[in-house]
C-alpha cells in the first residue's frame, strides 16, 4: 500500500516484499488531477503551497516558545482554529485513497507509519497511518502541550491525566509500581471532528489510539520529545481501579470506573512504527 503524491495504489512488488501488513509511503510522483497541484510553463507539475498548511506552520512559530512553556489560552485558540479547518487535502491526502478504502480482514498487528512534516526545536508536525485495528499504545507527553487532529478514518481514544497523590488518600497506589490516573476521555472520534489538546498536566496526557478503520492523524507537538531535554517517552498498561480496591475506598461507585492505575512498561512491540519521508505540500520557511 503506497501513497503517492495524493493517491495511494496497491502494488503488488512492494507488498510482496514487505509481505506484512498493509504499508503506505508517499513517493514523489505529482498526479495531474489533485487539485493542491499546479501546472508550470513546461508542463511539468508541482505542488502549489497550500494556503491553510503555511499559516499554521507560521502560526506554530508564534506560539510555541520552547521547553518548559505552555502556550497562552488565546494562543491555544488560534492554533485550535486553523486545525479545525484544515483538511486531509492541505497534506496531499483524500479519503479516495486506497490505504483509507482497505476493508479486508487484518491479521496480525499492523504496524503504523509515521511522516514528519516539519520539526525544530520548539515544535514538531507529524502524520500517523494507522491501518485498521492498528494500535498507537498508551504513551505520555512530558512537559508537552499537544494538539491532535484526526484527518481520515475512525478511531477509539482512551486517554489519562495522573491524579496528585498529595491530595487523596484514596489515591495511595497498592505498590510502587503503579500510580493513580484520572480517565479524561474514553470514546470513538470519526473524521472530520475538532481538534483535541493535551496539556502537560491536563486533557489527557497519557493516551493511546487504536484505529477501527484506516486512519491518518496529524499531531503538532510543542515542544517535541526530545531524551536530552528529558522528555523522552514512556508507554504505560492500564488496570481498572477496582482490581486494588479492598471496599474500603472513599471512590463512588459511579467514579471508580473514571480511575485506573498506570504502571509503566517497556516499549511494547506495537509501539515500533515506519518512517517515511513527508512528500506532501510543502511548507516555506519564513521567519516570523
Ligand atoms: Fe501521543
Known amino acids: 500500500m503506497m501513497l503517492e ?4 495504489e496497491r502494488r503488488k512488488d512492494i507488498m510482496t516484499i514487505r509481505h506484512v501488513n498493509n ?20 508542463q511539468s ?19 510555541f ?11 491555544v485558540n488560534k492554533l485550535r482554529s486553523i486545525l ?29 507509519t509515521n511522516t514528519t512534516i516539519y520539526q525544530c526545536d520548539e515544535f514538531s508536525m507529524c502524520i500517523f497511518f494507522l491501518p485498521a485495528t492498528a494500535v498507537i499504545p498508551l504513551h505520555n507527553h512530558p512537559g508537552m502541550t499537544v494538539f491532535s487532529k484526526l ?12 491524579v496528585d497523590p498529595v491530595n487523596s488518600e484514596d489515591s495511595m497506589p497498592p505498590n510502587s509500581k503503579l500510580r493513580l490516573a484520572r480517565l479524561k476521555a474514553n470514546s470513538v472520534f470519526t473524521a472530520p471532528c475538532d481538534t483535541s489538546v493535551l496539556y502537560p498536566t491536563t486533557g489527557g496526557n497519557i493516551h493511546q489510539f487504536t484505529a477501527i478503520t484506516p ?6 507537538l510543542g515542544p517535541p520529545y526530545s531524551k536530552e531535554d528529558d522528555r523522552d517517552c514512556s508507554y504505560y498498561k492500564d488496570i481498572p481501579y477496582s482490581a486494588f480496591s479492598n471496599g474500603e475506598t472513599r471512590v463512588s461507585e459511579e467514579e471508580i470506573e473514571d480511575f485506573g492505575w498506570l504502571e509503566k512498561i517497556e516499549a511494547p512491540k506495537n509501539s515500533r512504527m515506519d518512517s517515511i519521508e513527508y512528500l506532501g505540500p510543502q511548507i516555506i520557511e519564513t521567519s516570523y
Open 84 to 112: 479545525d479547518k484544515m483538511k486531509p487535502e492541505d497534506f496531499g491526502l483524500s479519503r479516495d485513497l486506497e490505504f483509507f478504502k482497505a476493508t479486508g480482514a487484518v491479521k496480525g498487528n499492523p504496524r503504523v
Open 215 to 220: 486512519c491518518a492523524v496529524l499531531d503538532v
Open 151 to 162: 484527518l481520515l478514518g475512525k478511531m477509539h481514544i482512551k486517554s489519562y491525566d495522573w
Open 23 to 42: 504499508k503506505v509511503r508517499y513517493v514523489n510522483k505529482a498526479i495531474k488531477k489533485n487539485r493542491s497541484y499546479k501546472k508550470r510553463k513546461d
Open 65 to 75: 516558545k520552547g521547553s518548559g512553556t505552555v502556550p497562552s489560552p488565546p494562543d
Open 5 to 8: 503524491g495524493g493517491l495511494v
Open 45 to 63: 507539475v508541482v505542488p502549489s503551497v497550500p494556503e491553510m498548511l503555511q499559516e499554521l506552520f507560521v502560526t506554530c512559530r508564534g506560539v
